[in-house]
């Protein structure tokens, strides 16, 4: 199994970004996927989680609203749009299952907002 984030970087307030996470080594289109991200000095905090189908999606209060979570079953890949990014949106964003036993950790992708 690997999941490989990408499409990180540092934008300003209120900027926008847009992650994917590439899924190999199992059936992707089976997995309920979810986002997961850590602060500097903060423990993990859960961000966004969809269902298989692609037609439930879930949000942390923090992100509802700005964040929009996505999945292309074709090609085996999960998306984060961030919009409206904010100076506590600042943290290494990471892919996984959204239940049940994770698997390996990718090496996630960073975020930093920042004026």
């Known amino acids: 199994v690997q999941l490989v984030e990408s499409g990180g970087g540092m934008v300003q307030p209120g900027g926008s970004l847009r992650l994917s996470c590439a899924a190999s080594?199992?059936?992707?289109?089976?997995?309920?996927m979810s986002w997961v991200r850590q602060a500097p000095g903060k423990g993990p905090e859960w961000v966004s989680a969809?269902?298989?189908?692609?037609?439930?999606?879930y949000y942390a209060d923090s992100v509802k609203g700005r964040f929009t979570i996505s999945r292309d079953k074709a090609k085996n890949t999960l998306y984060l749009q961030m919009n409206s990014l904010k100076p506590e949106d600042t943290a290494v964003y990471y892919c996984?299952?959204?239940?049940?036993?994770?698997?390996?950790w990718g090496q996630g992708a960073q975020v930093t907002v920042s004026s």
């Open positions: 996984n299952k959204a239940s049940g036993n994770m698997w390996p």
């Open positions: 969809i269902e298989t189908g692609g037609g439930a999606t």
């Open positions: 080594g199992f059936t992707f289109s089976s997995e309920e």
